[in-house]
């Protein structure tokens, strides 16, 4: 079974400052995705940036990018230029062989940009 | 093209109560999941279909919980004789599988489950 791990709880950034947020995985899988979901307080989950296993290129989506760490199982977002708009809670997720499965999800955490 | 919605979006019932909630996928995506999330934790998988046919169950998913979806568009998650532990967010994703590769899970905005 694979685990996702986000090991902080809770983190702040001043806004237009620059955050890392960590998650970290365990799987036997070869292939698989990984993602970074953005939930905001009483709104629905939407997708932030997508990472697939066999890549070796770092996703980015404008001020959004990761750093995959294959051998590490280690899948951080980096957030740039960061925006009030972006407090939420992040979830990290993982998807084997990207065959349309299951999301296994990390806790959470739950970023406040401060203005 | 309108997005995952889910009905109701709040619901409160007393224990041992029977309820039901709807989920409308993105039309024309084939593949179905629903999700349970409590409180400050990232959401849980319970179950997922592929057009009408339900593929793979959650040890989750206890005996009182049903989901079916019937017509391959929309499902209905029922939770027989509810219980507070039955309490949570219950959010629904669906997806495009088809081709090469797969398309992303799109969430509804989910179902909010008190029970009393």
């Known amino acids: 079974a694979q685990t996702v791990t986000q090991s902080q709880p809770e983190m702040s950034v001043q806004e237009a400052e620059t955050v890392t947020l960590s998650c970290t995985y365990d799987t036997s899988e070869n292939n698989y995705y990984l993602f970074w979901y953005k939930q905001p307080p009483s709104r629905q989950m939407i997708l932030v940036i997508r990472q697939e296993a066999y890549k070796q290129q770092n996703a980015t989506e404008n001020r959004f990018s990761v750093n995959f760490q294959k051998a590490a199982k280690s899948f951080s977002l980096k957030i740039s230029d960061s925006q009030l708009g972006d407090t939420a809670m992040y979830f990290c997720a993982f998807e084997r062989n990207n065959a349309g499965n299951m999301l296994t999800f990390g806790g959470g955490t739950r970023l406040m940009v401060k203005p | 093209d309108t997005g995952v919605s889910q009905d109701p979006r709040h619901k409160i019932t007393k224990r041992g109560q029977n309820v039901t909630f709807r989920c409308d996928p993105i039309s024309e995506h084939n593949r179905l999941y629903w999700y349970r999330q409590t409180l400050g934790q990232g959401p849980e998988f319970l179950t997922y279909?592929?057009?009408?046919?339900?593929?793979?169950k959650s040890r989750l998913l206890s005996d009182r919980f049903s989901a079916e979806r019937p017509k391959g568009s929309f499902s209905t998650l029922e939770i027989q004789r509810t219980e507070q532990g039955d309490s949570a967010m219950y959010l629904c994703?669906?997806?495009?599988?088809?081709?090469?590769?797969?398309?992303?899970?799109?969430f509804g905005p989910g179902t909010r489950l008190t029970v009393l």
């Open positions: 994703a669906s997806s495009f599988l088809g081709g090469v590769s797969t398309d992303t899970q799109y």
């Open positions: 279909f592929q057009n009408e046919a339900q593929l793979e």
